[in-house]
């Protein structure tokens, strides 16, 4: 099992519910410091609400989440600034104002946590994120209706990494992008884990993204994680979701892709450490292999 120095979100036994729908029931989750995680699952199982509970925007009805070695269940905003200035978050469609430019948006954090930064340094901070994420150094005063989904994306990372944080959440960061955009969004994501040391949590339908640049994967079925590894010891659990998920025919078609590319990245050294471990949370996976199957049919999305 990782350290527990090496663990820098930690869930216990979360529960989620809107009403009569429960999302989340008893889930545990440890994402390590320095890996790139994949969160997959089907549609609906509540990825975005986990990273939305990780992150604060959303409180669960029980358990126990740690961030940093901080709690961030139930706390004051102001409480938790000091966890809340080393994360970034790239939300799903990207999340910018419209009504403010490029480099406005990425200045929003700048602003929000650092209200005494002369403007002057906000603006050059705000200039080189804009060109760290890969869009050209003009793309700051444009507004996000004249960019491109790409480009959003990348406005959107921009933002993600004004505070030069050491965790970042990526909830779908490739989707509604063509083959060549999302394999370049993926190279700068690995890239920037690898120069940045940081650690990722990355939500996606994407399996050639999982395949290229994921160290471990953690697998959403029946309110819980099911199981967290790397794709070859997920496979190797013989649970018919997973099974289909990597091993239908997009899986088939990520693994051809991926073998014509050289690896972007050396998996994290951390991965490396703990090269067997796979943490199978559920003991009644089978049970939900049907429902799953058809999930997995229609969203392992791959190039
Ligand atoms: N604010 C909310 N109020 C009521 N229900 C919600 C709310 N947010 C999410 N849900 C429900 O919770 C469930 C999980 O949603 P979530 O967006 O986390 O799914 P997901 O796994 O990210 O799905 P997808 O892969 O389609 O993005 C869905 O059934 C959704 O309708």
Redesign the pocket.
Known sequence: MAEQDDILIQVRGLRNS??E?V?HDGLDLDVRKGEILGVV??????????M?TIIGL?TPDQGEITVFGQPTIGREATEAIDVRKRWGVLF?GGALFSTLTVAENVAVPLREFYRDLPQALMDEVASYKVVMAGLPADAGPKYPAELSGGMKKRAGLARALALDPELLFL??PTAGLDPIGAAAFDQLIASLQKTLGLTVFL?T?DLDTLYAICDRVAV?ADKKVIAVGTIDELIALDHPWIEEYFKGPRGRAAVAAKDEVADIRPRSADAARHPTEVEAHATGQQAQGNAADAHARG?AGTR
Do not use: A, W
């Open positions: 809107f009403g729908q999302i699952g089907g549609s609906g199982t509540g990825k975005s609400v986990l939305r959303q799903q909830d779908e939500i339908h959403l969203e």
